[in-house]
């Protein structure tokens, strides 16, 4: 499993050691379903997700005029 400071998105918030510290006190594992939705869309979002395995699509509505 990466640490937290080898994630991209971390890396370039050059966070303090103190402060990646704070971020993991506040994470949850959570396990997803192959084919599940996480939010819809419309919805407001209140999560951050780090994908630790497998992959994600992110799909948004057509508009058709």
Same mark, same amino acid.
């Given at each position: 499993?990466? /640490? %937290? @400071?080898? %994630?991209? *998105?971390?890396?370039? /918030?050059?966070?303090? =050691? *103190?402060?990646? =510290? &704070?971020?993991? @006190?506040?994470? &949850? *594992?959570?396990?997803?379903?192959?084919? @599940?939705?996480?939010? =819809? *869309?419309?919805?407001?979002?209140?999560?951050?997700?780090?994908?630790?395995?497998?992959?994600?699509?992110?799909? /948004?509505?057509?508009?058709?005029?």
């Amino acid at each position: 499993m990466p /640490l %937290i @400071s080898d %994630i991209a *998105y971390f890396k370039k /918030l050059k966070l303090k =050691n *103190y402060e990646l =510290n &704070e971020v993991c @006190s506040g994470l &949850e *594992y959570r396990s997803m379903t192959k084919d @599940s939705f996480v939010i =819809n *869309y419309g919805e407001e979002g209140d999560l951050f997700y780090i994908i630790l395995k497998g992959k994600v699509s992110v799909w /948004l509505p057509v508009s058709i005029e």
